[in-house]
């Protein structure tokens, strides 16, 4: 795939560069002529400054959150392909528990944090029961329809030499979901680092978010947008590295047609 | 007869269903091949799917009498393999060509067979495709690859969509030769769908001009029995008989409507 190869060149790279370019000279800019206070909204300066100073706490942080990131990714991804599996499977199971997962989905994971710290107590279990509740149903959801999705003309060569559903499932079903399946994978990584950090928010010991609500209390907004902005880098990071994986799962599970 | 069926008729679609194929007679011995020519969009692949059993389920289809080896028509979809080579031919990226028609020979409950398989390649001219993944093939290619599939399965009924496409006159001359003979020595039935009347010509023992909308059953040419396929020179002069009276059947069945 040529288009793959072209995205990583730097000829492809150079429009993302300039417009982050752009935008960082518009932030300093604009902050300094308007006279914006610095606990208002700071300068790029500022939080470069911020970010030089207190490097060392907040990449000690941040390895945290996208630690618990990471693990949160991989339960979480786990649990919906695995449930995908058995609903794309079964039918009558899924009819029956798709609705109420999707309701159950309507409650925003925010306003539960707190009570995961108050049932699991601070550590990694409420954190990374937060992150999957939070990706698990996005990436059930892309999955499941992935794995229906499956072509009829696909279907019909197996058709027409009887096979067995079991067979069926494994050699064609679950094959053509592969990129649905990618796809998932990519949602549920740019959802995990948020999971991590609102964990974080509701009263963890550490991490970005617990260095959020620290600088936030002191009214320290340079800290609050460097943490922040460490964060974002980080977590661009880590989809990267998922894109990496996923790109080539896209890529292997191909399907070829030819003719009429 | 090994295969027959009368009356045939097939609706698709769901809500208001469209007749695609009205009452027609198909017969069929061991060891024949039968090409059907109509014209396009009249219902020919349709016509396949229902002889494979393989109808969508939103279709509806009625017939007399169908017989396949005195299996009826339930039996026959549920149990008979059936080996078939789609107009568009469908392989995976993630196996190469050997490895996904061995996995096919295992998905149709068979041993795998990889001796099979390369004789039916190197018989079709591409040997040296059985390590290439499809991305790495031509058109044409793949075509041949996907006839080896549909017989590597050693079916008793052999269906064939349009399956020279993307294919040069003598590879296809060659295909024809080693489909003939693959069906004169397995003794199972073939069915041929082609817009090449040359290459109906070469292999048929009997060639069913059908006409569109619905598709219903003009005439039937039965060629003189043959066990190899007939040399370019005798295919070419049938094939001119033949288009001569598929014309002007279908110009006179045009008119009647």
Redesign the interface.
Known sequence: MTHDADSTSFRARAPAFCAVLVLALLWELLVRVLGVPEYIFPTLTRVCYELLVSGGTVLYHLLITLGVACLGLLVGTSMSLGTALIFARFGLIRRALLPILIAGQAIPVVALAPYFLIWFGPGLTSRVLLICILVFLPGLLVTVEGLRRSRRDAGLLFDVIRVTPSRRFRWLTVPLAMPAIASAIDLTAALSVIGAIVSELSGQPNGVGFLVIIASYQFDTPAVFAVLSAAAIGSFVLFSLVRLGTLTLRRKFAIYYEGG | MAMSAERVNVWLGAGKPHHVVRDVNLQLAQGKVLSIIAPSGAGKTTLL?FL???L?IESKSNYLNFSFFGQDYNTF????????A?????????STIIESIV??Q????LAPDKRLIKQLLSGLGIAEAEDFR??EMS?GM??RAALARAMS?SPRLL?LD?PF??LDELSRSRCLQVIRDYVSTSKCLAILVSHHLTDAAAISDKIMVLSSSPMTLLREVDLTPNEKSRSLQEATKIAEDVRALAVKLWLSNDSRR
């Open positions: 799917y494979a059993g393989i969508p979809s549920k149990k008979e393999r059936v080996g078939f789609f107009q568009r031919q469908l392989f995976f990226e993630w996995q096919y295992k998905a149709s409950g499809p991305s058109g793949l075509a399965i269906l349009e496409y993307g």
